[in-house]
């Protein structure tokens, strides 16, 4: 997410302390924090290169202005070990891609804005127990949440994407792999992408992402796909080697609903705002900026 090596070292440490590489929805699992990635994370924020930018905010929603007055404040509830969208830094102040954002969103509608982190397999039920107006912590929309919770917008979506070798990026074509090797992550919903909508090219399974991609590195495999967020960081200390090629995809129904906000149902005023800031924010670029800031390897 930052360039250079320091943030791919923090890519494996995380994934060997808690045997995930960082992935922005979760359904029942806590997350142990990942230590130390703060200071990095900021001291590496800067693009390579121009690249697409996320927008999944419905435009229309900024023909709908939110009531003045009607919800007073915003009380966020997060996490504190899911870096590097909510977790603390050394000195263990909460900070995070989800933390700017929440401030930001309170700044756009004007209203007073309130942070507190919860242990992950409480935070839902204190969101449930209205010990706060929204949690921002990537909980999965599901039909199990669904009964609980309304969801905002989605503001940042988990798109799958292709890695290839730096010499093999201008001649890619997704009609071109019948017959390659494309190296996946074993039963993962990548997986099933390619046994769905590229049956002929031939796929190899590893057991972690990490193992997938170093195949590719190492000339073992042609292509990988998966997690185009997760594949980011590894391009952090691979650029030289290999690089994302062609489009990115985006299967909600195989990848999931990416990135949004739970209220608690029927709390349509505290949404409606949530909607509203993210159209403004996107129009204004203060997500844009936000999004070059946290992942300036982009995955989009």
């Known amino acids: 997410m930052r360039r250079g090596g320091a943030a791919s070292r923090l890519w494996r440490v995380f994934a060997s302390a808690t045997g995930h590489a960082p992935f922005p929805v979760r359904e029942g699992a806590g997350r142990r924090a990942a230590g130390v990635f703060a200071a990095l994370l900021f001291a590496l924020a800067s693009p390579a290169f121009a690249q697409p930018l996320p927008y999944h905010a419905d435009p229309d929603a900024r023909e709908i202005l939110p009531m003045q007055g009607t919800v007073p404040a915003i009380r966020f509830l997060t996490t504190a070990d899911f870096p590097p969208f909510n977790f603390r830094d050394d000195s263990g102040e909460l900070i995070g891609f989800n933390i700017d954002l929440a401030r930001r969103i309170c700044a756009e509608v004007n209203v007073a804005c309130t942070l507190q982190a919860w242990p992950w397999d409480q935070a839902a ?24 919770f309304d969801f905002s917008a989605t503001y940042l979506a988990l798109p799958g994407r292709f890695v290839v070798r730096v010499e093999a990026i201008a001649g890619f074509s997704v ?33 972690t992402e990490l193992a997938a991609l170093e195949a590719v590195r190492t000339g073992a495999a042609d292509a990988y796909f998966g997690d185009a967020m997760r594949a980011a960081f590894w391009l952090n200390d691979n650029l030289s080697c290999c690089g994302f090629a062609g489009e990115a995809y985006f299967r909600p129904g195989l990848f999931g609903e990416g990135l949004t906000i739970a209220v608690p ?31 300036p390897i982009g995955f989009y």
């Open 125 to 148: 039920n204190a969101l449930a127990d209205s010990q706060g107006d929204a949690l921002i912590a990537g909980l999965a929309v599901t039909p199990e949440n669904g009964e609980r």
């Open 175 to 207: 009609g071109a792999l019948a017959g390659q090797g494309v190296a996946v992550r074993r039963a993962s919903a990548h997986a099933k992408f390619m046994a769905r909508y590229l049956p002929a090219a031939k796929t190899m399974d590893f057991d």
């Open 265 to 295: 149902a029927g709390q349509d005023g505290v949404r409606h705002m949530i909607d509203w800031a993210l159209v403004r924010l996107k129009s204004n670029g203060a997500l844009d900026e936000l999004y070059l800031r946290w992942f």
